[in-house]
């Protein structure tokens, strides 16, 4: 086929690699309802994840064709949407081996950090199209923030078939792809800097006296709260935290403390730090 079919229900997909993001993916894609994808295969090396995953997406699979192999080439065959789930060091290898069995006009959706589409297409047969993903783990609970671009050949119609088979995983917006660095500073590796500042939070709250556990429910549930405010139509990160701050207050003299202590300076350092080295991991 030389587009990507609209219609779900005759789609056959393959994910190669069914670790953390793989997997988190596979269950995704299998969450799409009206139409549901028919087809869908996981290829994935360790038997016990196979076995996991399938475990996973049970109440999904009634009355549909879905399966784990440990055989990529063999999921690759006749598939419409190849979604490329493995290391980035292993992704050269990877499509190597299965060159011969992607089909003309198979669309491949690779979700490997730093490998440029202009990449991907020298390592793959001609007529394969390219998708470009960055996710992040919080797609394993529907949460996820996903940036997708599309390579030179992939058309309008496979980035919004795209865009459709990750719906259910969260928000899924295109970017140009000379800002996937960006996106994987910002929101692939995004999820370990909230941590990062979740713990710290958790840590002072031991440290002044809470127990642990009320210490961890606090601070999670202020971060997520926080997320639903700032998510409001209209809500601002800068104009809530005003409205928060009063003058000479108790809140005034945190943030003041976080300023002397460079926080601001340092996650915006971290997020540069991570999208060199996603250059360098391209390059
Ligand atoms: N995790 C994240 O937060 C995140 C976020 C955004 C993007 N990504 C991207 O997602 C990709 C996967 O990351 P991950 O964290 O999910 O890695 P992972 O947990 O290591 O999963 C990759 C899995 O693929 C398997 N595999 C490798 N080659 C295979 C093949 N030819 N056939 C079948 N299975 C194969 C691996 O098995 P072996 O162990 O035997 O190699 C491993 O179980 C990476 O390129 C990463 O850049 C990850």
């Not at 994910?15 to 596979?26: E, Y």
């Not at 669309?107 to 998708?131: F, H, K, Y």
């Amino acid at each position: 086929m030389d587009t990507a079919p609209a219609d779900l229900s005759t789609l056959t997909v393959a994910v190669i690699g069914g670790g953390v993001m793989g997997g988190t993916l596979f269950r995704a894609l299998l969450a799409v309802e009206d139409p549901r994808v028919a087809h869908a295969v996981v290829a994935e090396t360790h038997a016990p994840r196979r076995a996991a995953l399938l475990a996973e997406v049970a109440d999904l699979v009634v009355g549909r064709d879905v399966r784990a192999t440990v055989d990529a080439v063999e999921a690759v065959r006749g598939a419409d949407v190849v979604v490329l789930a493995v290391k980035p060091q292993d992704a050269r290898a990877t499509l190597a081996s299965l060159a011969k069995d992607l089909g003309r006009g198979t669309l491949l959706l690779s979700i490997c950090a730093g490998l440029s589409t202009t990449t991907l297409e020298g390592w793959l047969p001609g007529g394969v199209r390219v998708v470009r993903g960055m996710p992040n783990t919080p797609a394993r609970i529907g949460e996820g923030a996903t940036a997708v671009c599309a390579g030179s050949t992939a058309t309008p119609a496979d980035l919004d078939l795209v865009v459709r088979l990750l719906g259910r995983s969260g928000v899924v917006l295109p970017v140009a792809e000379d800002r996937m660095g960006a996106v994987t500073g910002v929101s692939g590796s995004g999820p370990a800097f909230v941590l990062l500042a979740m713990e710290a939070m958790i840590d002072a709250g031991v440290e002044l006296g809470l127990t642990r556990a009320v210490a961890h429910d606090l601070a999670v549930q202020t971060f997520r709260g926080t997320a639903g405010l700032a998510l409001e139509p209209g809500a601002h990160p800068t104009l809530l935290r005003e409205a928060v701050t009063s003058p000479g207050g108790t809140t005034a003299a945190g943030l003041a403390a976080l300023e002397e202590h460079g926080v601001r300076a340092g996650i915006a350092a971290a997020v540069r730090a991570t999208y060199a080295r996603d250059a360098e991991l391209g390059a």
